[in-house]
Every structure is written in structure tokens, then in C-alpha cells.
């Protein structure tokens, strides 16, 4: 089993920035890549950045391209979110997720293992 535990979020003015933290404990040597995922009040769940651990390759929403970089640190089992520029529409609770697959993807179903979530909220 893989347990995830996201911190980091908060209140920031839009133009701002936050930098998301996601710890991740267990059977770490099955996990191969790693994601940040948000939903917004009743909207789907969307995916935005995904990383494998191994090389370091990534994959961005266009929604965050230029704005958001997601990265890793394997010696402290931590996957990181840097958010710039925000604005309101990024406003929801972002999730970290974790798969046992090398097929980094922005797509929810291809992901075993979740966090609970911490809330980013941007004001205008």
C-alpha cells in the first residue's frame, strides 16, 4: 500500500504563488509515476501535471503550461507542485496521486492511489 499526504494549500491573492508538497510513505519502489490533480465545485476532477520518478519526465495541462511546475525528490519520498502567476479559476482542492506505470498520463482512472486533498483558493 502507498499512503499520500498533500499539504501546502491556502489563501493567495490572484498573481501569486503556492507551492504544494505531497509526502508519500509505503511500498514506494511499486510507484513509477506521480500526479497533481484538482476539481473545482462541480466540476470533474481534472489532471494537470504528471512526473516519473525514475527520469523525471513530465506532462502539463495547457491549462498550467508556463505557470505551474511539477517536480520530485526522491530521497525525501516528496512530489512538489510550484504554482506562479494564480489566478481565480484555479481555485479548488488539489490532490496528489500516485500508479504503478510508466504511461504518465493526465487521466484520474489511470491512478491507484490518492491523498485527501488540500484546498488552494485564489481571490481576484
Known amino acids: 500500500q502507498v499512503q499520500l499526504v498533500e499539504s501546502g494549500g491556502g489563501s493567495v491573492q490572484s498573481g501569486g504563488s503556492l507551492r504544494l508538497s505531497c509526502l508519500a510513505s509505503?511500498?514506494?519502489?511499486?510507484?513509477?509515476?506521480m500526479a497533481w490533480f484538482r476539481q473545482a465545485p462541480g466540476k470533474e476532477r481534472e489532471g494537470i501535471s504528471c512526473i516519473r520518478r525514475a527520469d523525471a519526465w513530465t506532462k502539463d495541462a495547457d491549462s498550467v503550461k508556463g505557470r505551474f511546475t511539477i517536480s520530485r525528490d526522491n530521497a525525501q519520498n516528496t512530489l512538489y507542485l510550484q504554482m506562479n502567476s494564480l489566478k481565480p479559476e484555479d481555485t479548488a482542492m488539489y490532490y496528489c496521486?500516485?500508479?504503478?506505470?510508466?504511461?504518465?498520463?493526465?487521466?484520474?482512472?489511470?491512478?491507484?492511489?490518492w491523498g485527501q486533498g488540500t484546498q488552494v483558493t485564489v481571490s481576484s
Open positions: 509505503g511500498d514506494l519502489y511499486i510507484i513509477y509515476s
Open positions: 496521486a500516485a500508479v504503478a506505470s510508466w504511461s504518465c498520463s493526465l487521466n484520474r482512472t489511470d491512478f491507484t492511489y
